[in-house]
């Protein structure tokens, strides 16, 4: 696996807007031969660099995940 950090951007996830590194993980699709998977990942500028948000596409669909809540710890 290979990650690009492309910047920093504002996105909105649990209800408030955050700044959040973009990253773009490079992985190989499995068994050599298909198309690679576009992922795209953001995660939070604090300390605690939380991932906040992933978008990945595959050959079969689309998914989003996001986080609902955070915890305080």
């Keep these: 696996?290979?990650?690009?950090?492309?910047g920093v951007e504002r996105i909105t996830v649990a209800g408030r807007q955050v700044e959040a590194f973009?990253?773009?993980?490079r992985l190989a699709a499995s068994g050599g031969g298909g198309r690679?998977?576009?992922?795209?990942i953001w995660?939070?500028?604090d300390a605690r660099r939380v991932p906040m948000l992933l978008?990945?596409?595959t050959a079969f669909?689309?998914?989003r995940i996001q986080l609902l809540r955070e915890s305080s710890r």
């Design 22 to 25: 973009r990253a773009t993980p």
């Design 1 to 6: 696996m290979d990650l690009r950090v492309d």
């Design 61 to 63: 669909g689309a998914f």
């Design 36 to 40: 690679a998977v576009a992922s795209t």
């Design 55 to 57: 978008e990945v596409e």
């Design 43 to 45: 995660i939070g500028t």
